[in-house]
């Protein structure tokens, strides 16, 4: 710890040598993680709106429209002795035209269209997901329902996406990880060139080869973390604007953006931190001064 | 403190820089290895910096065998003793005062004992008004006295100087001369190697080596230590 200032001072000399070739590092690395972020952010809302939308996994069971309320307090009953399912509400005709107003928003003035109110009242089932189909299979046996609303085909579609934004993620992950390996490894190679007489220098002095190379670790993890900060700085700028522009024009929910943007941050720097640090390492070992 | 028997040193092209050579320097002991150039006192002086090993024989240096496939050796031996290289070999960019400390960060010593231990060496070597001068701001002689400066701060069993004298005019070479020799204590030996034989004859401390083909001509025992 005793050369810990004489490690960063060191470390800035060596950006300084070839300072136009790092700055544009930053840049290069700032893009990179900037794509790692954005398939890492697109993954992770996904995820947590198949999450949500899972918890909040609902049928909505619509009867005959004349149908008296006993019976349709008997239709209830029969619906809740279900197993897995998990709450049964009956949602009427004004429930659901304001269910619907609350939705369309500012759209909701083609509603005033209609002379009367043109929804239906419907038995709300909250389920578990997971039994879907056995629920179903018991609900179409029941000769009073109408229709069966279910999410199923939402769900099971956003569950492919999933699937594909893994596969991509984790592909992306992969090249992005690759090629900031690569870059820092080049730079840290090409600092170990540009001062390959002081190194040999310490090496004939007696110095042990982790007092040489950190400075140049130094220096990769800088690099990596300013390019990962510059990526988070412009994937706060695209959730603000992307949350401003359509969280309240899509019907579904997104995940908090401040959770979002808190995790995201520590993801890219966790990531620049782990990258940077490997690069320099690996540029390191590659490098050969004779 | 140095002890060689029968060290050969054949480079890889198949230089054969040294033959048969028997030395043996003893503790708090000056010495100067002469010869013309190409004979090979750089070789003799690299194995004892541990930057070359010999070919054949076997040699000891501070009681740390030199051999291939010895590098903690070498590695320990290379902070114990004191280099001035040739071509000094300083850090550019750097100031008198940081070349210095720079050779000691990695010892064992305190950090505030490395800054201070700087300052007394170049002090020592008549730098206190450059201390805090870039070492390409300083003349010829000035930068010769850092590289003294940053061996003889580390405190060394042994101080080995390649040529320090190069391209210095008489007055100034015998004052490098004499300082380098001033470092010598009963705990540190001193190896100058030079080719300005000349310079000797006003010398009248030290042992003579002389290095002909690789091969150790004469040594003379008879100037006063």
């Keep these: 710890m005793k050369n810990i200032g004489y490690f960063f001072k060191e470390a800035r000399t060596i950006f300084q040598v070839d300072r136009l070739s790092n700055i544009l590092s930053i840049f290069s690395i700032g893009l990179i993680f900037l794509i790692l972020s954005t398939i890492t952010t697109a993954w992770w809302v996904s995820h947590q709106l198949v999450n949500m939308l899972r918890d909040e996994a609902e049928i909505n069971v619509f009867f005959q429209e004349d149908m008296e309320d006993v019976n349709i307090n008997s239709l209830m009953e029969s619906i809740g002795i279900i197993g897995d399912v998990k709450e049964v509400k009956l949602v009427d005709k004004e429930e659901s035209h304001q269910r619907m107003v609350e939705i369309l928003g500012k759209e909701a003035k083609v509603l005033e269209l209609f002379d009367s109110n043109p929804f239906q009242a419907f038995i709300e089932v909250k389920i578990n997901v997971e039994k879907l189909d056995t629920i179903l299979e018991r609900l179409e046996s029941i000769e009073a329902i109408d229709y069966i609303r279910d999410n199923k085909d939402v769900i099971d579609k956003l569950q492919n996406l999933i699937s594909l934004l893994t596969i991509v993620g984790v592909l992306v992950i992969t090249a992005t990880g690759i090629s900031t390996l690569v870059v820092i490894s080049h730079i840290i190679r090409q600092g170990i060139y540009n001062n390959r007489e002081q190194i040999n220098t310490l090496r004939l002095l007696g110095a042990p080869e982790s007092f040489i190379g950190f400075p140049f670790v130094l220096e990769g993890l800088f690099l990596t973390v300013a390019g990962g900060l510059l990526a988070f700085g412009l994937v706060y700028l695209g959730v603000k604007t992307a949350y401003g522009q359509i969280g309240s024009n899509i019907f579904i929910p997104l995940p908090h953006m401040e959770d979002l943007l808190k995790s995201m941050g520590v993801f890219i720097l966790f990531a620049s931190g782990v990258l940077g640090i490997g690069g320099s390492i690996f540029g390191l070992k590659s490098a050969k001064v004779n | ?225």
Excluded: C, W
């Design chain 2, 1 to 225: 403190m140095i002890e060689g028997k029968d060290i050969s040193l054949v480079y890889g092209d198949g230089t054969k820089a040294l033959r048969g050579v028997n030395i043996a320097i003893s503790k708090g002991q000056l010495a100067y290895i002469i010869g013309p150039s190409g004979s090979g006192k750089t070789s003799l002086l690299k194995l004892f910096m541990g930057i070359e090993y010999p070919t054949e024989g076997e040699l000891k240096v501070l009681g740390l065998k030199m051999q291939k496939g010895q590098e903690a050796n070498i590695r320990k031996l290379r902070r114990l003793i004191g280099p001035v290289f040739q071509e000094f070999k300083l850090i550019k960019g750097r100031t008198a005062l940081e070349n210095v400390m720079l050779g000691l960060r990695f010892l064992d010593m305190p950090s505030k004992m490395i800054k201070e231990e700087s300052k007394n060496a170049l002090i020592k070597v008549g730098l206190s008004h450059k201390i805090d001068t870039v070492v390409e701001h300083l003349s010829f002689g000035e930068t010769q006295r850092v590289a003294i400066a940053r061996a003889v701060a580390r405190k060394p069993a042994l101080i080995l100087a390649d040529e320090p004298t190069g391209n210095l005019d008489v007055d100034n070479a015998l004052n490098i001369m004499s300082l380098l020799a001033s470092f010598r204590n009963e705990n540190t030996a001193v190896i100058i190697t030079t080719h300005a034989t000349h310079l000797l004859d006003n010398i009248d401390q030290g042992e003579i080596i002389k290095v002909e083909n690789g091969i150790i001509k004469m040594e003379s025992r008879g100037a006063v230590q």
